[in-house]
C-alpha cells in the first residue's frame, strides 16, 4: 500500500526533540483555482500555517506520535469565500509485543478546502472541499527464524462539502490483508500477498459498489541502507454492483537510493483499478502510474529537488458509454535553504496537465510559491 510522489519534496527542519512546534508562511499564485477545462480563475494566496507535533515512547512497549496543522488561506481574488481554513490532524500507536511482535495503528484525518490536487471533469461552480479520515493497522509477528507473518488493514473514509458532488462520490474504502515474507538472505526477502477490497458509496451505491480479491508477489531489497527495492504483481478479482465483473493484473514497483547523507533518488510504477470522478458514466479507472522523485544536497544549507509523475488512464464505461483515454502530468520543482536547525525558506512551482478524449475534462494548473518555516 505504497504512497505515490506527486509534487517534489522539501526537506524539513531536524530537531531532536518529542515536541516539535513550527509555523509555516508563503504566498503563491495559483493559475486554476477550481481546475477547469478552459476560462479557469487564477489568484493570489497567501498563507499561514501553524502545527504541533509530539513523538516519544510512552513505556518501553509503547510509542506514541500524533499532530495537528491549521492551514489559513487568504485569496486575493477568488468567487465566493475568500478566507478558507483546512486542518490535518494525525495519531499513530504502536505497541511492542516482543522485540519482533508489534501492532501498529495510524489515524489521519484531512479537511481540506483548497485541494493540492482537484478532480477531473467536475464542473467550475461545486466547491471541491472534502473530508479524509484513513486508518491502517498492521500487525507483524515472526512464524520462525526466516518467516513473519503480517496482517494488514485499512479504511478510508471520502465525504465532499459539495452536495451534488458528495452524492456522486461519498464512499469509504476497505482493505484487509495478510502477507507473509521469507528471507532468504538477511538483504533479501520473498513476498506473497492476499487482499480483500471493498468499496461502499454513500448514494445509489447499488449501481456503484464492488468488492475485489487480490493475489500478488513479489520481493523486498534492500542494500546497505543506501538501496531499496520492493515489488508487488499479481491480479485482480473484481465484482461490480449492476455491472459486469472484471479482472486486472495488479502491479506496484517501488525503489529509492540515498546517494549521500541528504540526498536521494525515488522511482516507481504501478498499474491497478481505481475509483473515478465521474461514476454516471464509469465504473472506475485503469490507472498506470510512473513517478521519479529527486533530492539533491547542492551545498550543507541549500536543496533542490524535483518531481515527475505520469498518470496514463482508460475510464471503464458503464453498459452502453464508451471508455475514454487520458493522461495526466504532475511535475513539481524546489529549491530550499536551510540557515539553521529552526529555518526552512523555499520556492517551488508545481505543473498539473491533464489530456482526456472527453475535452471537458481537460486541466492547466500552475502554482508558484515562497515560503518560510520556522520550527522550535
Known amino acids: 500500500m505504497p504512497l505515490w510522489a506527486i509534487y517534489a519534496p522539501i526537506p524539513e527542519s531536524e530537531l531532536s526533540k518529542d515536541l516539535i512546534l513550527s509555523a509555516k508562511t508563503s504566498v503563491a499564485h495559483d493559475s486554476n483555482l477550481f481546475g477547469a477545462a478552459s476560462a479557469g480563475v487564477g489568484s493570489v494566496i497567501f498563507s499561514v500555517a501553524p502545527r504541533i507535533t509530539y513523538s516519544g515512547s510512552v513505556t518501553d512497549q509503547l510509542f506514541l ?28 500507536l504502536a505497541y511492542g509485543f516482543s522485540k519482533s511482535t508489534v501492532l501498529d495503528v495510524t489515524e489521519m484525518v484531512m479537511a481540506s478546502r483548497n485541494p493540492e490536487s482537484l478532480l477531473a471533469g467536475v464542473p467550475l461552480s461545486p466547491d471541491q472541499s472534502f473530508l479524509r479520515n484513513q486508518i491502517d493497522g498492521r500487525f507483524d509477528t515472526p512464524v520462525s527464524g526466516k518467516v513473519l507473518a503480517t496482517l494488514k488493514a485499512r479504511s478510508i473514509y471520502f465525504e465532499y462539502k459539495n452536495g451534488a458532488l458528495g452524492r456522486s462520490i461519498d464512499r469509504v474504502e476497505n482493505i484487509l490483508g495478510v502477507a507473509g515474507e521469507y528471507a532468504i538472505l538477511p538483504e533479501f526477502k520473498a513476498v506473497g500477498e492476499y487482499r480483500h477490497q471493498e468499496v461502499y458509496y454513500r448514494k445509489e451505491g447499488e449501481t456503484k459498489n464492488k468488492v475485489s480479491e487480490l493475489l500478488m508477489g513479489g520481493f523486498e531489497y534492500a542494500l546497505a541502507r543506501k538501496f531499496s527495492l520492493s515489488t508487488r504483481l499479481g491480479i485482480e478479482f473484481r465484482k461490480r454492483s449492476a455491472e459486469r465483473s472484471a ?15 541528504k540526498s536521494f533518488l525515488t522511482a516507481g510504477l504501478g498499474y491497478n483499478l481505481e475509483e473515478t470522478s465521474d461514476t454516471a458514466r464509469f465504473t472506475d479507472t485503469q490507472s498506470k502510474k510512473v513517478f521519479v522523485a529527486l533530492q539533491h544536497s547542492m551545498t550543507a ?40 536547525k529552526n529555518w526552512t525558506v523555499s520556492g517551488s512551482l508545481d505543473f498539473d496537465r491533464s489530456r482526456s478524449d472527453d475535452p471537458t475534462r481537460n486541466m492547466d494548473r500552475r502554482r508558484l ?6 520550527s522550535f
Open 65 to 92: 506520535a500524533t499532530s495537528y496543522g491549521l492551514t489559513l488561506d487568504k485569496f486575493a481574488t477568488r468567487p465566493g469565500e475568500k478566507l478558507l481554513s483546512s486542518h490535518e490532524a494525525m495519531m499513530r
Open 247 to 261: 479482472t486486472a493484473p495488479f502491479a506496484e514497483l517501488a525503489g529509492k537510493y540515498d546517494y549521500t547523507e
Open 301 to 340: 544549507l541549500i536543496s533542490a529537488s524535483v518531481s515527475v509523475s505520469y498518470e496514463p488512464a482508460v475510464l471503464q464505461g458503464r453498459r452502453g458509454v464508451k471508455s475514454l483515454n487520458e493522461q495526466a502530468l504532475r511535475a513539481g520543482s524546489a529549491l530550499s535553504y536551510l540557515p539553521s
Open 369 to 374: 510559491g515562497l515560503s518560510g518555516n520556522y
